[in-house]
């Protein structure tokens, strides 16, 4: 990589902070930290409190911790240097300024550093989302989860696999070398379709797990439904305890999907407020009544609330057929006396918070309950589900296969689409998408 440029970026938190590490990497990283210090290279991997200064005036920067990193024993196989710098703004706009006028340094783009990684060969394609996850982690389930892959989890068991399918498929083309002796011919294909079934077995198990790795990834989703001013917006705001969603006396105020995250317990909920369900008479509110059906009929749980001061409908039948329905009787301040609750799971008044706690105490618990699993679960994106789908069904066709030839080429295929999960072949499609979801110092 040795034709690369060199990037720079600050790669700690947001400034101001107590120490703001700016990061390079690449191959003019010696360099330009020669040029900083007035001086020969520090000791590698070897703190060093040294003046930065600009090489072109001499006018001091800083006073700051430095790092040379030299290649390929680095996070991004290159040589890398590191400046941990005091925190302002101004002091690291000045480090950059000054290491960005070298002629062959420029800043770095979201997740560059971790592309060369990647491209280096220090992180396979698993590992990379990962590291993603981890930094987009909201609760404990998550950080489990998502350390758990970026250590390698997934990328272990995978290359495992793949190496079944291609152990399968050695033994099929080994016996066609003995294609005048057809009992090492018959023995060989036997072996190879006795370990593809064992791995297709093994492919299959890992696919029935619920999607629970993905839906603990993305959170417990928890749709709030329900007819107009039955309180939806309130709960969502009472629930997330701050002013999430519009509330007002007017019905029909929500017309697109509202979202929240909450952190219940160590589980990731994301909290839904949809509009409210009626004959809606508007385009706007019609096309908000239908995306608030569609969201409730893929969320893990739907609160539909009957407001206790009236106006309570009955929900769509393919809605409330589903295992994870529950009433919840709403605005229970505004109850006529005397009212009693029938088939409610949850009674709750958003304005005084009168059962608003037993409602985050049960949502904590349902989340537990659907998510319970998702940590060691290996397949946590559609992505992966996909792979290994299309290697389960490349190691049936080898079974059904005519001919050793064909039974060969199938179980490549299967060892192919295994290997697009660790980013072994094919993945350049998905690159983009995985980079573009980290921070420029990452």
Do not use: Y
Request: glycine share 12%; charged share 25%.
């Amino acid at each position: 990589m040795s034709g690369e440029s060199t990037i720079a970026a600050l790669s700690s938190g947001a400034v101001p902070s107590a120490v703001a590490v700016v990061r390079l990497s690449g191959p003019a990283s010696g360099p330009v930290l020669a040029g900083l210090i007035g001086g020969p290279l520090p000791a590698p991997r070897r703190a060093s409190l040294r003046r930065l200064r600009r090489p072109e005036t001499g006018a001091l920067i800083d006073r700051a911790v430095v790092l040379w990193l030299p290649g390929p024993e680095t996070a991004t196989g290159e040589d890398m240097v590191e400046l941990h710098l005091h925190g302002g703004r101004a002091v690291v706009a000045a480090a950059l300024d000054a290491v960005t006028a070298h002629p062959d340094v420029r800043l770095a783009e979201a997740g560059e550093f971790t592309r060369r990684a990647f491209l280096a060969g220090r992180m396979d394609l698993a590992e990379v989302e990962g590291l993603a996850d981890l930094l987009a982690a909201e609760t404990e389930a998550q950080r489990r989860q998502a350390v758990a892959q970026a250590d390698g989890a997934l990328s272990r068991r995978i290359a495992h696999w793949r190496a079944q399918a291609l152990e399968a498929r050695a033994l099929i083309e080994a016996g066609l070398d003995f294609t005048d002796e057809d009992d090492v011919d018959e023995r060989a294909e036997a072996g190879a379709l006795a370990i593809a079934a064992a791995l297709a077995g093994d492919l299959k198990r890992a696919l029935d797990d619920g999607h629970r790795a993905e839906r603990l990834r993305e959170g417990f989703r928890v749709a709030l439904m329900g007819p107009p001013n039955a309180g939806k917006s309130s709960l969502m705001n009472a629930l997330a305890r701050r002013e999430v969603a519009i509330v007002t006396a007017e019905a029909g105020t929500t017309r697109d999907v509202i979202e929240v995250h909450l952190d219940l317990g160590g589980w990731p909920v994301l909290i839904l407020d949809t509009a409210g369900i009626r004959e809606a008479e508007s385009l706007a509110e019609r096309e908000g009544v239908r995306r608030a059906i569609a969201h409730g009929e893929v969320a893990d749980l739907v609160l539909w609330l009957d407001p206790a001061d009236g106006g309570a409908i009955e929900p769509p039948s393919a809605l409330a057929a589903r295992p994870g329905f529950r009433r919840v009787l709403s605005k229970t301040d505004l109850a006529p006396a005397g009212r009693r609750t029938r088939g409610h799971a949850f009674t709750v008044s958003a304005a005084t918070g009168a059962g608003v706690g037993d409602l985050l105490e049960g949502l904590a618990l349902a989340a537990a309950e659907g998510l319970a699993g998702g940590e060691s679960g290996l397949v946590t994106r559609a992505r992966h589900r996909a792979a290994i789908a299309d290697a389960v069904a490349a190691i049936g066709l080898a079974h059904s296969a005519k001919g050793s030839e064909l039974k060969a080429e199938h179980l490549r295929r299967a060892a192919d689409a295994l290997g697009a999960v660790i980013g072994a072949i094919g993945v350049e499609d998905v690159l983009g998408a995985i980079f573009s979801t980290f921070c420029i110092g990452k």
